[in-house]
């Protein structure tokens, strides 16, 4: 069975603080893809980033980075020097097989506070 | 820009009334679905279709049934709505899993 946790429910940093967002994954399947969403307070669901199972460099992307070990099955997100615009809810996404389904975590709310 | 539309955000309805949920992308894409966010629980998925006329049950199926007459519409029906499933409706389409998701549509089942 195919499965994404996000053990933290609820995280709440004070802004310029580092937070990293954990995600763990389980599938049986050798190609998958895994996928960070951002939920603002305006519902929309905005894509981050997409890696494939074969590619575990680690990726920077401005304030965000990621760093996703097979070992451990885990693909955990990292905002360095928070601010309240990154206060939202996280999900984290694995998808793979032929149907294109993603099955999300359940996803954490970050709160950054001034 | 590519879109998917999500025909209502808000919605109001008396339990045991029959309730469409319309979405439409513009993107031609073959893969559409359907899931329902609640907190605590992430978003599930409901149905999903890669093509038009097919459907196939995601993971909480029961209480919903779809159509998918054109390829760029994919409809939600909550056949007699009752107030478990007052929650998030996320439509999205796709193609080789890069995923455009609608604005959600928040049901309210009075």
């Known amino acids: 069975a195919q499965k994404v946790t996000q053990a933290q429910t609820e995280i709440s940093v004070v802004e310029k603080e580092d937070v990293t967002l954990d995600c763990v994954y389980e599938t049986r399947d050798t190609t998958y893809y895994l996928f960070w969403y951002k939920q603002p307070p305006s519902g929309e669901l905005v894509f981050l980033i997409r890696?494939?199972?074969?590619?575990?460099q680690n990726e920077i992307s401005g304030r965000y980075s990621w760093n996703f070990q097979k070992s451990t099955s885990s693909f955990n997100f990292t905002i360095t020097a928070s601010q309240v615009v990154d206060s939202a809810v996280y999900f984290c996404?694995?998808?793979?097989?032929?149907?294109?389904?993603?099955?999300f975590g359940q996803g954490t709310t970050l709160q950054v506070k001034p | 820009d590519v879109k998917v539309t999500q025909s209502s955000r808000y919605l109001v309805k008396r339990t045991g009334e029959k309730v469409f949920l319309e979405c439409v992308q513009d993107?031609?894409?073959?893969?559409m679905f359907w899931y329902r966010q609640d907190p605590g629980l992430g978003l599930r998925l409901i149905y999903f279709s890669y093509d038009v006329k097919m459907k196939e049950k995601g993971d909480i199926p029961e209480g919903y049934s779809v159509s998918r007459e054109k390829k760029e519409r994919f409809s939600l029906i909550l056949e007699s709505a009752s107030t478990n499933q007052t929650s998030m409706y996320l439509c999205a389409s796709s193609w080789d899993f890069r995923y455009t998701f609608g604005s959600g549509t928040r049901l309210t089942v009075v």
């Open positions: 996404a694995l998808g793979s097989g032929n149907t294109g389904k993603l099955i």
């Open positions: 890696r494939n199972s074969f590619d575990e």
């Open positions: 993107m031609d894409h073959e893969n």
